[in-house]
């Protein structure tokens, strides 16, 4: 259910020069925004295709999928380097998170342990790595447990006392932003709270004098326009224009 999140915003399209002068946003669309400066580099490799990365990060991370196991010390995991834990930002809410995985309560932990179950220590160990080995017997610790997930946070029966935040209600706002102002954003992802004498100024700063050329157009934002966003900004000024009015492939890497 959560694979379905789609945010709009109203851009303002001078359809003379088919160039986007701004986007009206709201909090949500911000908050996405901004996320996306606390995605780690891997991450962001991973989801693009470190083909069609700019520059040398695609590399790097070609190269640590080609490493050799052996030469990877014991207890290290490429997968740490490559698929990193993505640590919530100020700016994460469950819109603002579209390009992340499934949040962690739809993806089951994985745990094991040795198979000697008939050695009580034995029991003490668990491991997230079906690499390690038992401390205790010295044989791989390949056995699945099963996950229980927490109760959840606002259940009947769980057992949690405390709640971050206090109320269920949402008196806590979520995400980086406020919400009950209005952004613009412009083509370079410069972005201001709104205001109509601010707007003018923009479009005087813009040297826009063809009203008459001017469009409203509402798009949507989803996963694809999301990575689409995420690409364009490593390479252009122009990112709302290059996402949402440009027809051609999008441009190579200079
Ligand atoms: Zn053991």
Redesign the pocket.
């Known amino acids: 259910m959560a694979t379905t999140t789609t945010l709009s915003m109203k851009l303002l399209i001078d359809t003379k020069k088919n160039r986007v002068l701004f986007a009206e946003a709201d909090k949500d669309v911000v908050d996405f925004l901004f996320s996306l400066l606390a995605l780690p580099v891997a991450t962001i490799v991973g989801k693009l295709g470190k083909e069609s990365m700019c520059g040398s990060f695609g590399n790097l991370y070609a190269s640590v999928e080609n490493l050799d196991y052996k030469l990877v010390l014991p207890g290290a995991e490429k997968k740490a380097l490559l698929q990193p834990t993505i640590v919530p930002s100020a700016a994460t809410t469950s819109t603002s998170s579209l390009l992340l995985p499934a949040p962690s309560s739809e993806r089951p932990k994985s745990f094991f ?2 198979s ?1 179950y008939y ?1 009580s ?2 029991y003490e ?1 668990v491991t997230d790595s079906s690499r390690a080995s ?6 791989k ?1 390949t056995r699945a447990l099963r996950y229980v997930p927490p109760p959840a946070a606002d259940g009947t029966g769980g057992g949690q006392s405390v709640q971050m935040g206090s109320s269920t209600g949402g008196a806590t706002a979520k995400g980086f932003v406020q919400g009950v102002v209005t952004y613009t954003v412009r083509d370079n992802l410069m972005v201001t709270s709104m205001s109509t004498i601010s707007s003018i100024s923009l479009l005087n700063t813009l040297a826009v004098t063809d009203f008459a050329a001017l469009q409203e157009k509402t798009v949507q934002l989803g996963h694809t326009e999301g990575l689409r966003i995420l690409k364009a900004s490593l390479q252009s000024n122009t990112v709302l224009t290059d996402v949402f009015l440009s027809k051609k492939r999008p441009r190579r890497c200079a």
Do not use: L, S
């Open positions: 342990k040795c000697r050695n220590i034995c160990y038992c401390p205790n017997c010295g044989t610790m």
